[in-house]
């Protein structure tokens, strides 16, 4: 597996959060009136080159080869360390399309950015797993706007030899319980941790009435905030390294946290003694979780239109699709990835032994895992309910992130 990044220390990440401002217009209302409507009918001759931002580990050349050589597509990529930075390459037209996280798809939905996907042009769209599709953050105006590619959740993890097994975020943002374990927490680096608190919150504290974490009014996004800022004297890293936070918690610097299931699977494999949620709780707290899905979108200005329908349809197909999630460390997003032949054909290609278990150890085709993942969405001034737009967008939450971390 390959170490990677979905955000950066926040002295780097910093500049492109000060630039949201003029990135986060989409993000005010979700009302969508930005909106591309025109999507792509027919495939036609590609054109010779494909131009694409990903998070690190989604384009590498043991899929993109054969590609290029069944195709005549050359593709060139760019790594991406932040969703912000995703929005931001996307506005300037050069790329064809992009690997985008939840808390960046609206925004470029809602800009104008991206266009509808024809999902009959993807044939490998018709197997991706069930409870991926016409997602929130993929599906607009019940308008297909990419195809899924991967998923992963945000996890409880600890070092055994220094906790007992905590059934609940508590052991986090419970300030009383916090305090016990001051300077060993390690928590993730990106305002949408946000919608961690109101997730806690949605069951520890009835009266707020919160229903999804990432539409919050101004009483639950203070509380939420709130219940951040006690808990930042007792936080020992903000992580947004997974390399980093790998070594933090086999130095035992590091106690308990945020993690994905990819650094709980590389400490292991150290012999450091972690753990995560039991099969009993359904591997996440009794609260729930956040996570992410990525999906691939296309650009309004994409140059290589047809190239890019053929990528979205490769980079989903059954063992190209098992590759990416082991390579990356995510739950594949193609059903058929999972397939026994599947997972050792990839694993052979990528040159390591099969791991057969793969896909139950990142319970890709667990219904009942990821219907507790509240999966990243960009937060927006539009509560989508009742309260009209009443709720705060993405300026406000990366504000009040930034006056947490102080």
Known sequence: MRLTLRGRPLAVATITVLAAGALAAGCGSSSGTSRNTHMLQTLGKTEGQLNLIEWPGYVEPQWVKPFEQQTGCQVHNKDAGTSDEMVQLMRTGQYDGVSASGNATERLVDGGDVSPVN???V????????????QPYNTFGGVHYGIPHGRGANLLMWRTDHLKTPLSWSVLLDPKLAKTYSGKISVYDDPIYIADAAVYLKAHDPSLKITNPYELDSKQFSAAVSLLKQQRPYVGEYWS???????????GDDWVGTTWQYQYFALKGKHVPVA???????????????GWSDTWMISTKAKHPNCMYKWMNWIVSPQVNAEVAQFFGEAPAQSKACAPTTLTAAAKVIGYTPDPSFCDEYHAGLPSFWSRVYYWRTPTSNCGDGRGSACKNYNDWVSAWNQIKG
């Open 276 to 290: 995560i949620s039991p099969a009993s709780q359904g591997f996440v707290p009794s609260e729930g979780a956040t």
């Open 123 to 134: 044939p490998n769209y018709k197997t991706i797993f069930s409870d991926l599709k016409s």
């Open 119 to 121: 999902v009959n042009l």
């Open 241 to 251: 390294d997974t390399a980093k936070q790998i070594q933090s918690y086999a130095s």
